[in-house]
């Protein structure tokens, strides 16, 4: 990789590839297994600040590697944002990462990512959506919110979806 990151477009390719390794890990490499705690016969989701540590752990070797600054939880006014990654004044970028059980997550979409968007001044910003529920009900609202953002020309944040929803083996399927 080591790559001169140097403009906003070549950061958002970093933090796209991350995404997508962050992605890959967890709906090809059994990442998933660690969404979840074993409660008796049943495992139940983990707070979303799982994912995020996570998340932190691929996306900070990416980061090193491409010379990107990565800040955890800063606030610039707005509340703080999960993650923001810059390379000098200029080029930044904000990922905000939600459980699909979130019952927030659209506001998340909606308010919350454009807010702190606006304190980090930042034009570009990523929403990882975690599904971690069988319902896709908020998933297909949230994309359709998308939909209609760009039909009307309105810039938005790029949605990732994750699958970490807990399937049976290859060889039980």
């Known amino acids: ?69 990565i800040s955890r939880e800063p606030n610039a006014g707005n509340g703080p944002v999960d993650f923001k990654m810059s390379k000098g004044y200029t080029a930044r970028a904000v990922v905000e990462i939600k459980l699909s059980s979130n019952p927030s997550l659209i506001h998340g979409f909606e308010k919350q990512l454009p807010a702190y968007q606006e304190s980090e001044r930042t034009k570009s910003g990523f929403y990882v959506v975690i599904k971690i529920t069988k319902s896709d009900r908020q998933i297909k609202a949230l994309m359709k919110l998308a939909e209609g953002a760009e039909k009307d020309g309105k810039k938005h944040p790029e949605i990732f979806v994750i699958d970490a929803e807990i399937k049976p083996s290859a060889s039980k399927r």
Do not use: W
Request: with cysteine; aromatic share 12%.
């Open 1 to 69: 990789m080591l790559k001169n990151v140097s403009s906003l477009q070549e950061l958002e390719g970093v933090v796209t590839k991350i995404i997508e390794q962050f992605k890959r890990n967890i709906e090809v490499n059994n990442l998933k297994q660690h969404f979840y705690i074993q409660d008796g016969f049943q495992l139940k989701p983990r707070h979303e600040r799982y994912a995020q540590h996570l998340f932190y752990a691929i996306a900070d070797s990416y980061c090193e590697a491409n010379d990107v600054d």
